[in-house]
């Protein structure tokens, strides 16, 4: 393993610096023989102890490919991440999105520690609060207001009562499958939630603009407003852009209905577009939400919106015990800051087309057939024989995590600007392996 590439543009911890010559590359990793879980698998008992399932959401491991994956991450450094077994990945999930420019950014780094010593979470905000507003406002199209909070599913939340106060009517549309959170009326597993949590939405298909229209026909005068992701990227399934139309359709009904259209860019956020991921085909939203990629791994969300929510966003009582901690604060104004001064979406994008292409490359040589879908910066890729088995996806993604190379079977991967091309080409040769184990899958 080379010091450059664990640590990506930041300067490696002393132990790393010392453990550097003898540590192996992501790419020998146990090497495409098993890999070594122990301190993982020990973990996970311990945690099954305590905490109920282990690990719980869709971190859990038995949403991955059971056995074959790390349970825990202990280190993390630029676009890469260690178990607690020692093992190295190339990380594609980058945290789920949050990492976009990279773990312990050192630019991040110095603007958090600055604020950890002034004040974090305090009685009241701090100053930094108002120049995050200000900067979102000021690179968002169309925005003239941001609040804040934690994640994305409350910042949702938030935007659906705020069209309603607006609006002063309940419904709201959303895509059928779409995932906005794990509040109730939106959580993609019903068990705990009363069906009247959903009793206030209506589904449409994702790119069925007719099939909005007839919701509008029918709900003409209770749809308060229609929320959607810039792209289709629910876990489970192929990432689908907007057809042609389709974003400014969703546009031109709301405002013929007199419904707000909100976008959910929590995922797609500051990977697709700087002004708002829908703004690459033109569409500007009436309230925006970020979250994933805003702060760099700390925990915020931002809830924007143009002048005419501005009351409604006064008159709906919104708040949370940490909605002021001024750590992650700096973080998302630091993070922003590289991303302009990277040129960052651009360098995710190429970076991620690499990535992409290489895959291409490497399924044809194998002789495999593969689908990537989304955008380059988000890419995801399953195997078309699998026929949404995802049992070629299962045997590839745990080939590449056995390689050092973290991918996962059903959900879209992320790019950052802390993968190098040097990274690429590494997790390319390691995929190369995986393709071959995935094609000798056969038919079932
Ligand atoms: C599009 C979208 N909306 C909302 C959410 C919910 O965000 P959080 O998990 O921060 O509550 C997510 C999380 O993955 C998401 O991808």
Same mark, same amino acid.
């Given at each position: 393993m080379k010091n450059e590439k664990w640590v990506a543009g930041a300067k490696p911890l002393a132990r790393e610096a010392r453990a550097a010559k003898q540590a192996p590359r992501a790419g020998d990793n146990q090497h495409m023989s098993a890999l070594k879980l122990r301190e993982s698998k020990r973990w996970l008992e311990r945690a099954r102890a305590v905490i109920p399932g282990g690990v719980y959401g869709h971190q859990s491991p038995n949403l991955l490919v059971p056995g074959r994956y790390p349970a825990f991450i202990s280190e993390a450094r630029g676009c890469r991440v260690r178990d607690p077994d020692g093992n190295e990945y190339i990380d594609f999930l980058c945290s789920y999105g949050p990492m976009v420019v990279g773990y312990q950014n050192p630019a991040v780094h110095r603007a958090t520690e600055k604020q950890r010593a002034l004040c974090d979470a305090g009685t009241l905000p701090a100053p930094n609060m108002v120049e995050l507003a200000e900067k979102l406002v000021a690179v968002?199209? @169309?925005?003239d207001w941001a609040m804040f909070a934690k994640n994305g599913s409350d910042a949702c939340t938030w935007a659906l009562a705020l069209a309603r106060q607006r609006s002063g009517r309940d419904l709201i549309a959303m895509a059928g499958g779409s995932y906005h959170g794990v509040h109730g009326w939106c959580n993609h597993f019903t068990a705990g939630f009363p069906d009247s949590d959903r009793a206030s939405t209506v589904e449409f298909a994702w790119n069925d603009l007719q099939g909005l229209s007839a919701l509008f026909d029918e709900h003409s005068k209770s749809l308060a407003a229609v929320i959607v992701t810039p792209f289709r990227h629910e876990a489970g399934a192929d990432s689908v852009m907007p057809a042609e139309g389709f974003l400014e359709g969703i546009r031109s009904l709301c405002d013929r209905h007199g419904a707000l259209m909100i976008v $959910? $860019?929590?995922?797609a956020g500051f990977r697709l577009h700087r002004g708002g991921s829908t703004q690459l085909w033109g569409v500007t939203p009436d309230l925006l939400v970020y979250s994933?990629?805003?702060?760099? @791994?700390?925990p915020l969300s931002a809830l924007l919106g143009n002048e005419s929510l501005r009351s409604a966003a006064e008159g709906v009582f919104v708040t949370g015990t940490f909605f002021t901690q001024a750590v992650p604060i700096a973080a998302a104004i630091a993070t922003l800051e590289e991303l302009e001064a990277k040129d960052g979406i651009a360098y995710m994008n190429a970076i991620g087309e690499r990535f992409c292409d290489g895959l291409q490359r490497g399924a044809d040589k194998a002789g495999v057939q593969i689908h990537v879908s989304g955008p380059p910066s988000i890419p995801f890729m399953t195997f078309p024989a699998d026929a949404g088995s995802f049992e070629r996806s299962r045997v590839f993604a745990a080939a590449c995590v056995r390689g050092g190379v973290f991918v996962h079977p059903y959900h879209n991967w992320f790019m950052s600007t802390a993968h190098q091309e040097s990274d690429i080409d590494e997790a390319l040769a390691i995929a190369a392996k995986a393709f071959r184990e995935a094609a000798r899958v056969r038919a079932s």
């Open positions: 968002s199209e @169309g925005m $959910d $860019d929590v995922r994933k990629a805003l702060a760099n @791994g700390y």
